[in-house]
C-alpha cells in the first residue's frame, strides 16, 4: 500500500454502517477514529467494530489507520490492544504535547507488534495545544513518525480563541508546524473544514494549507475529497523531487542496498514508494 496524504478520512469507529462505506472509499487514507466522534459509552463498541473491520483489510482500497484517544485520556494501552494487528497500517495519535509521550506509545506498539507479528506500524501525532505547536519539530522527529497533522479547533480552545473560519490566532501555529514538520524530514496534513456546505471556503483553505506546505487535508465527509485530491495535487519540484528519488534507490537496490541518501537526506523503501506513487498520479 502507498502512502499519499492528499486526503485523510475520518470513520466513526462505532458505525457499522460508515465502516462498511469506507471499504469503496477513495480517500488516500481512511482513519477508523475512537476519539472525538465517539461517545465515552461506545468506545468498547467501537474497538470491537474495528478489529472486525481490520479482517477485512483487503476490501479497502485506502491505507487504513486508527485514530486512538489522547495520550491525557489513559484510554490509549485498551486502544492499542484492540486494534493493533495484521491489517493496519498507521496509528494516528491525537492531542500529543512531547516527544516523551509519543515516545511512551511508540514502546507500547512495539511490545505488541512483536506478540502479533504484524510488522512495523507508522505514527501519525496531531499537533493540537500551544505545548504541542511549541514541541512540533521534536514530536515530528521521532521514531516512526511519516507525517504530522494539525488540529486547528483544539489548539483554539486551548488558547481560548473562538472559532472563526479564518481564525487570525491560528496562523502562526499553522504555518509553523509545516516548517518543523519539513525540517524533520516528514510531511504535514492540514486541519478539517467544519461547514460541510461551504465548498469554496474548503478550497481557499485547500489553496492556503498548500501554499503552507502541508501536502494534504484532515477531511470529515466523502464530498470533500475530490476538492482535496484536486488542489493537493503534487506540483512540477515534487514530482522531479520524487523522479530523483524514485532514480537513486532502484539503483540502490541494483547494488544490493537498500537504504541510501539524495540531496543528504536518506531515503529507503518509505520513501521510494511514497515518490513512485506521485509519479503515478500523474500517468492516470
Known amino acids: 500500500m502507498t502512502r499519499l496524504f492528499r486526503s485523510l478520512l475520518f470513520v466513526p469507529g462505532n458505525n457499522p454502517r460508515f465502516l462498511e462505506k469506507a471499504k469503496s472509499i477513495p480517500a488516500d487514507i481512511v482513519c477508523f477514529d475512537l476519539e472525538d466522534s465517539v461517545p465515552d459509552s461506545e468506545k468498547h463498541n467501537a474497538r470491537k467494530l474495528i478489529g472486525e473491520a481490520l479482517k477485512s483489510r483487503s476490501q479497502y ?25 495484521k491489517g493496519i497500517d498507521g496509528i494516528v495519535i491525537p492531542k500529543v504535547n512531547t516527544a516523551k509521550e509519543l515516545q511512551k506509545i511508540v514502546k507500547m506498539m512495539l511490545t505488541l507488534e512483536k506478540k502479533r507479528k504484524t510488522g512495523r506500524l ?20 521521532c521514531n516512526r513518525v511519516e507525517a504530522v497533522v494539525f488540529g486547528v479547533f483544539d489548539l483554539l480552545n486551548d488558547m481560548r480563541i473562538e472559532y472563526t473560519k479564518q481564525p487570525e490566532g491560528a496562523k502562526y501555529s499553522r504555518a509553523k508546524v509545516p516548517v518543523d514538520a519539513r525540517a524533520a524530514g516528514v510531511h504535514a496534513i492540514d486541519a478539517i473544514w467544519q461547514d460541510l456546505n461551504d465548498k469554496e471556503g474548503l478550497k481557499q483553505d485547500c489553496v492556503i494549507g498548500k501554499q503552507l506546505g502541508y501536502v494534504g487535508k484532515s477531511i470529515i465527509h466523502p464530498d470533500q475529497i475530490a476538492v482535496a485530491h484536486d488542489l493537493f495535487a503534487p506540483n512540477k519540484s515534487e514530482l522531479e523531487w520524487a523522479q530523483k528519488v524514485c ?38
Open 61 to 85: 482500497a485506502a491505507s487504513i489507520y486508527v485514530r486512538t484517544n489522547s495520550p491525557a485520556s489513559g484510554k490509549i494501552p485498551d486502544d492499542l490492544n484492540a486494534v493493533v494487528q
Open 122 to 141: 507508522s505514527v501519525i501525532p496531531s499537533i493540537e495545544s500551544a505545548q504541542g505547536v511549541v514541541n512540533t519539530y521534536e514530536i515530528a522527529s
Open 247 to 284: 532514480d537513486t534507490y532502484v539503483k540502490s537496490t541494483k547494488k544490493g542496498r537498500g537504504a541510501t541518501v539524495v540531496d543528504g537526506r536518506m531515503i529507503d523503501e518509505v520513501h521510494y514508494k511514497q515518490a513512485k506513487a506521485l509519479l503515478d498520479l500523474v500517468k492516470e
